[in-house]
């Protein structure tokens, strides 16, 4: 698991496939699957730029900024 930063995760939606990984990974439950099956940040108060979501997003649809 990444370390708290000041960044913050930006998702392609072109590149996500839906896959829900980053949605279970994400370990402050920022992140949900919208109703086209793409992954957004649904709390973003409660995200601490760990860069976990980014890290085992296997599409690299996340990049953090
Ligand atoms: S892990 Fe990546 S591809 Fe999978 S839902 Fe999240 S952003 Fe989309
Ligand atoms: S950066 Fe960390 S806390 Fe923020 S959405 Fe990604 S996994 Fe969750």
Do not use: H, Q, Y
């Not at 279970?24 to 860069?51: K, S």
Request: aromatic share 2%.
């Amino acid at each position: 698991m990444g370390e708290p930063s000041d960044k913050r995760p930006v998702i392609d939606e072109d590149e996500c496939t839906g896959c829900g990984l980053c949605v279970d990974e994400c370990p402050n439950d920022v992140l949900e699957l919208n109703d086209d099956d793409v992954a957004f940040v649904a709390r973003p108060d409660d995200c601490d730029g760990c860069g976990t979501c980014s890290e085992e997003c296997p599409s690299e649809a996340i990049s953090m900024e």
